[in-house]
């Protein structure tokens, strides 16, 4: 019975529940981040690679029509990049300032 | 030309410097934690959740026999699941103390 649940198991349902778990994990501190608007310990350059690497899996999930690779990415790409531009926002009135 | 360029990036090179790019973004904090063993500022949820969710994912790339997936997920893994494992272990040894 348990060799027929296993047996039920597809890869997309595989490919739905990582991308929920990678996306849930990403969430609180995203959350976070957008209340406080607080970015000073993000890395500007690491933060900058990971938004454009989420970005560019989106586009290749829409390339090769994989919904889990464009659904967990498109909402990650919305939180990263408001993050992103939060960052950027902050860094440039840090340096007006100084 | 540029035309032409744009015609001569595939899918799977979208993909490969989508996986390098996340994967980067990850290195640095995963070696800080790696190297000072300090776990104290990760949610043990959370990054378990992370942590399957990125084993589903290389499960999912391997399903699909998709090599960047593969690749990106099997790099995260490893490193995930060794701060996991550090994760876990302070957080016996905490309880074990007090």
Request: net charge positive; with cysteine.
């Amino acid at each position: 019975m348990l060799d027929e649940a296993f047996k039920a198991i597809t890869p997309e349902m595989i490919g739905y529940v990582a991308a929920t778990l990678t996306t849930l994990s990403f969430l609180p501190q995203a959350i976070m981040t957008l209340k406080t608007r607080d970015t000073e310990s993000l890395s500007l350059g690491m933060y900058s690679s990971f938004t454009l690497g989420v970005l560019l899996w989106l586009i290749y999930g829409i390339c090769i029509s994989d919904k889990a690779i464009i659904y967990a990415n498109a909402v990650t790409f919305v939180l990263a990049s408001s993050i992103l531009s939060f960052k950027i926002y902050n860094t440039l009135r840090k340096k007006q300032k100084a």
